[in-house]
């Protein structure tokens, strides 16, 4: 079974007036000029290369941050890259309001946290929460600490199957255990 | 209690009980890939499946659109990829010469009403059309479902969309649908389905109900159907598909997550300013902006009814010296119809840029790019900042891109 928490930095996806980043597409996380990439090991360096300001995300991540963005994270496309990039960059999990519906299931299927969290956008518009910050989310009870400032805020809980696929690492790994037995 | 139209089609091919909200496994009448996402499910196949047959070959399909033919060598190889594999395993392609994949689907009657299809295009939720339940999905759901016929879904709530009023000259299902888009966003039909009713929309051929579910994707939404038909329709669908086309429909005590009245009485043409499809105006607040290209195709305005919009516009005049025109039919059938039609050549002699079929205008691999600091106004349906290169572009109905190019400025149709 896997752990059911999580710990990590965070980066907060702000435009140049600082606030939060809303419908991001999959265009802007992981550019069409690169879906010819089929090694995941080699998808890392693009992601967000065309989102404004954010072209260096894959210098500055390190492996373990938590990505925080604003409503409708993922929009647009159905590529797989646009998970697989912060895989690849060893990012554990992305906290929105919401997120494209092919994204969020592509992450699922991954083994990706894809965290909603309807507090996300109060949170960091108070200044209580701010890239640099550390989290630490538990997926099956909702609750979210931001860690070095002793704010707790909720998640929603990842649904059974959510869970379970994460569990199992993967699709795949989940759908040989049950589905073709 | 009743069914909504997605619980209905969903329920049909699964053994659990398909409520809004639930998450429960599907049957694939359908499983497709194309160029871009088609390499990565081959890899992942042999990498989790080895050379363990597909679930059911006849239900697979690779559909080439992106990059066809290829114009780079690492296309070439992907897509030589998939060739093999579906050798290897007798799965048919329609190769680089047939056309955008949900098109096809349609026309080759493999997307049916009530039928469930699944490929890797995000609007491959196009097929709500035609009342079939189609979603674009991942590399990983792919393989999976190339392996299994299978996805587990969140039966999606619906959303109810009145519109009240009527389409006419020179508006068109596409302003319909972006006037939607004004008024609904990203979020009100986010992750939901919608189905459409009202007079404007219960009389739109194929091509139209095609236009209006496109933009779904745009929308956040899940699918969009359109459950009244009308005979117009019925028999366009019966030659395309050589069956009888009945649709689906919602049951009366169905539940809705919420009802919309969109009332469009004098619905002009309207125009997505960069960089988002909700960035909506009236043409006429735009009219007058300086273009550098015009783009007529995409999966949103391919048909053969598009471009023959387009020549009503173009006929007898030239597309402006400066501009750049380019026309891309959806598939090779509506190539055909261009050609026999004799649309082609009024294109042609309009100055029109005529390529071959597939889904230019959106992605890079085939025609409709943009320099940096040029403006394009297309019939698309994404403008996403960046996405068809550094410059900016206008989504318009092929009316106003046709009249914008006589012009080399934004224009309403009736002022050309």
């Known amino acids: 079974m896997a752990e059911s928490t999580l710990s990590g930095r965070v980066w907060i996806l702000l435009d140049r007036v600082g606030s939060l980043i809303e419908d991001i597409d999959t265009d802007q996380i992981y550019h069409n000029a690169h879906l010819h990439i089929t090694d995941t090991a080699k998808m890392g360096e693009y992601a967000l290369g065309n989102l404004e300001g954010w072209e260096d995300f894959p210098q500055k991540a390190r492996p373990g941050d938590v990505l925080v963005a604003g409503r409708n994270f993922g929009a647009g496309s159905s590529r797989q890259q646009a998970v697989d990039c912060f895989l690849s960059l060893g990012i554990v999990a992305i906290l929105s309001p919401s997120f494209g519906a092919i994204y969020f299931r592509n992450a699922v299927n991954s083994g990706f946290p894809v965290l909603r969290c309807p507090e996300i956008k109060p949170l960091v518009e108070s200044g209580l929460l701010a890239t640099g910050d550390e989290v630490r989310v538990h997926f099956q009870s909702g609750d979210a600490q931001i860690i070095n400032k002793n704010v707790t805020f909720h998640i929603f809980p990842m649904s059974e199957v959510h869970y379970d696929i994460f569990s199992a690492g993967s699709l795949y790994n989940y759908g040989k255990a049950r589905i073709q037995e | 209690m009743g069914k909504t139209i997605v619980e209905k089609i969903i329920q049909s091919h699964t053994q659990e009980e398909a409520r809004a909200g639930s998450i429960v496994w599907v049957d694939l009448d359908v499983r497709s890939a194309r160029d871009f996402g088609g390499p990565n499910v081959v890899l992942n196949y042999k990498r989790e499946y080895g050379d363990v047959p597909v679930d059911d070959k006849e239900k697979t399909f690779f559909t080439f659109d992106l990059c066809v033919p290829a114009c780079s060598l690492k296309y070439a190889d992907n897509q030589q990829i998939c060739r093999e594999f579906a050798r290897k395993q007798g799965i048919r392609i329609f190769d680089v010469d047939r056309g955008i994949g949900s098109h096809v689907l349609i026309e080759e009657g493999l997307a049916l009403p009530g039928t469930t299809v699944v490929g890797t295009d995000s609007h491959l939720n196009i097929l709500g ?190 597309v402006k010296e400066g501009v750049m025109l380019k026309v891309v039919p959806s598939t090779r059938q509506v190539y055909q119809e261009l050609l026999q039609q004799g649309l082609l050549e009024d294109l042609f002699a309009s100055g029109a840029i005529i390529s071959n079929p597939g889904c230019g205008g959106c992605a890079e691999g085939h025609i409709g790019l943009t320099g940096e600091g040029e403006i394009q106004i297309s019939t698309g349906n994404r403008n996403f900042a960046g996405k068809q290169g550094k410059g900016k572009t206008y989504l318009a109905s092929p009316e106003v891109v046709a009249a914008s190019c006589v012009l080399g400025s934004i224009a309403n149709p009736k002022d050309v």
Request: one cysteine or more.
């Open chain 2, 129 to 318: 059309a035609v009342g079939c339940f189609g979603q674009g999905m991942g590399d990983v759901d792919i393989t999976f479902a190339f392996r299994t016929g299978k996805m587990w879904f969140e039966v999606p709530a619906t959303l109810k969309v009145l519109i009240d009023g009527q389409v006419s000259w020179p508006a068109t299902p596409k302003d319909l649908i972006l006037y939607i888009l004004k008024i609904l966003g990203t979020e009100k039909a986010s992750l939901k389905a919608v189905e459409f009713y009202g007079e404007a929309v219960n009389t739109l051929p194929l091509a139209g109900r095609i236009t209006l579910c496109s933009m779904i994707t745009e929308m956040a939404g899940i699918i969009g159907f359109v459950p009244e038909t009308n005979s117009f329709l019925r028999e366009e669908m019966r030659i395309l598909t050589q069956e009888d086309f009945s649709s689906i429909e919602a049951d009366v005590d169905a539940t809705y997550v919420d009802e919309v009245k969109i009332n469009i009485d004098g619905l002009t043409p309207q125009v997505a300013a960069p960089f988002s499809p909700e960035n909506v105006f009236a043409v006429d607040e735009l009219t007058g902006t300086r273009i550098d290209s015009g783009f007529i195709g995409s999966c949103t305005n391919g048909r053969t009814e598009d471009f023959a919009a387009a020549v009503r516009i173009l006929k007898g005049r030239r």
